[in-house]
């Protein structure tokens, strides 16, 4: 399977990714989220024809995603600390 990752929000290309939940499964999947170590924004994982991509969150997506304290931390540190990945 192919998989051609950018960020969404950015362009960034995703050259990696990590869990961040204990017991989820170690690869990427369609409905994953992700949050980008260079913007710190959200988007989500789906499966086209070409594979996994990341886009942007449906609004009713956003309400679910704004509900997950854990997720938004995780966007907190990400924002925090993302500039010593920039370099
Ligand atoms: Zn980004």
Redesign the pocket.
């Known amino acids: 399977m192919t998989m051609d990752v950018s960020?969404?929000?950015?362009?960034?290309r995703l050259t990696g990714h990590a869990q961040a939940y204990a017991g989820a499964p170690p690869i990427p999947f369609a409905g994953a989220v992700s949050i980008?170590?260079?913007?710190?924004?959200i988007?989500l994982f789906d499966e086209g024809p070409l594979g996994l991509y990341l886009r942007f969150p449906t609004p009713e997506e956003w309400t679910e995603l704004r509900a997950d304290e854990a997720l938004l931390t995780a966007q907190a540190t990400v924002e925090k600390e993302r500039w010593r990945w920039q370099g």
């Open positions: 960020c969404p929000y950015c362009g960034l980008c170590l260079y913007c710190a924004h988007s």
